[in-house]
């Protein structure tokens, strides 16, 4: 009976695999041959003298004459969506080698976004980490990576060679809306801590890509002392661990100096041969940005201090945030070290 029961199992990951491969082959096939009407569109409306009249007599036309012959999917409303994912990209290439890895809605919600650089991240992530329509969705109203580029500042300041690519990962601030958390009730921070492993995993996917977890609470012991670190991840990409200690009030310089103890004993104490140094990112309610700047933060490769918030922000809101970070380490780079100041580091 076992061995029938494997070999029915068998026969099904046969037929589930090959379903997903028709799935994904028609998949393909349709995003481009909807590139390719857009494209006839465009160039049958480049034909007509009063383009704008008869452009919406051409969609009406031929929506009445598709719908006829082949159905639903063919409105008025779709032409259009046709007609705009061919005049956003217009090179082939770009449709045949990245809108192809994605559905038709993926691609529909994507094309709206008016950055270049930000529909070819959704592109590419969405495809590498297989994001359903709504975890796209949620990806591009949380701004996903305009918050990552909002860090990214910070990298290049630093001139860190081997974590140029940093940027890439740490985000700010971060949206942990899933925790569904009251907004104004004051936190504790085990219970923050909680919230975030009942959800894990969608907030290893608000974390981003390579995040693996690896353990909360994990204790480091010296001769003389044990310590707990709050959560501990593992990336594969950056091929490092990243220690995350979570806050839930405004940060303070005793939090990054315990923060930089933690990242210093875990490269002592843990950190493989082959891994990369250890990264210490504080989640914190909010930050005071003259104990970020005058901080040892501010020149250090392996730590980092970010918001989270606990609701979805508005559009608008997320905006003013990202650009007030991005001022913020624009402060930072060019802060000059006063004359006779202390080293941070024999404050912390």
């Not at 026969?11 to 995003?31: C, F, H, P, T, Y």
């Not at 500042?153 to 140029?164: F, I, P």
Request: hydrophobic fraction near 40%; include cysteine; glycine fraction near 4%.
């Amino acid at each position: 009976m076992t061995e029938l029961t494997a070999f029915h199992t068998d026969i099904k990951s046969i037929l589930e695999q090959a379903r997903s491969k028709a799935r994904s082959a028609v998949n393909s096939a349709m995003v481009e041959a909807y590139w390719l009407i857009g494209q006839r569109i465009v160039q049958e409306e480049q034909q007509g003298q009063h383009k704008a009249q008869y452009g919406a007599r051409l969609l009406e036309n031929l929506s009445r004459a598709l719908t006829e012959n082949f159905g639903k999917g063919f409105s008025y409303a779709n032409l259009r969506n046709f007609r705009q994912f061919y005049l956003t990209y217009p090179d082939w290439e770009i449709c045949y080698t990245a809108c192809s890895k994605l559905s038709w809605s993926h691609n529909r919600l994507i094309m709206r976004e008016d950055d270049p650089k930000a529909r070819a991240y959704y592109l590419a992530e969405g495809a590498a980490q297989q994001w359903t329509v709504r975890q796209l969705e949620r990806n591009l109203q949380s701004r996903s990576f305009q918050r990552l580029l909002s860090s990214q500042g910070k990298t290049e300041a630093s001139g860190a060679a081997s974590l140029e690519s940093l940027g890439d990962f740490i985000k700010d601030p971060y949206v942990l809306e899933f925790l569904q958390l009251p907004e104004s009730a004051r936190l504790r921070e085990s219970e923050l801590e909680q919230a975030i492993i009942d959800e894990l995993q969608k907030f290893l996917l608000e974390l981003g890509k390579g995040f693996s977890f690896v353990a909360r609470q994990m204790r480091i012991s010296t001769e003389t002392s044990h310590f707990f670190m709050d959560l501990v991840f593992y990336n594969y990409l950056l091929k490092c661990f990243v220690i995350i200690d979570l806050k839930t009030g405004t940060l303070t310089h005793q939090d990054i100096g315990q923060m930089d103890m933690y990242v210093r004993m875990f490269d002592d104490l843990k950190r493989g041969e082959d891994d990369n140094p250890t990264i210490g990112l504080i989640l914190c309610d909010s930050k005071d940005e003259t104990v970020v700047k005058y901080s040892v933060i501010k020149e250090s490769q392996q730590l980092f201090a970010s918001k989270y918030q606990r609701v979805l922000p508005t559009e608008a809101e997320l905006i003013a945030e990202i650009e007030r970070e991005k001022r913020l380490i624009g402060a930072q780079r060019d802060l000059p070290d006063a004359p006779g100041a202390a080293d941070p580091d024999d404050t912390l």
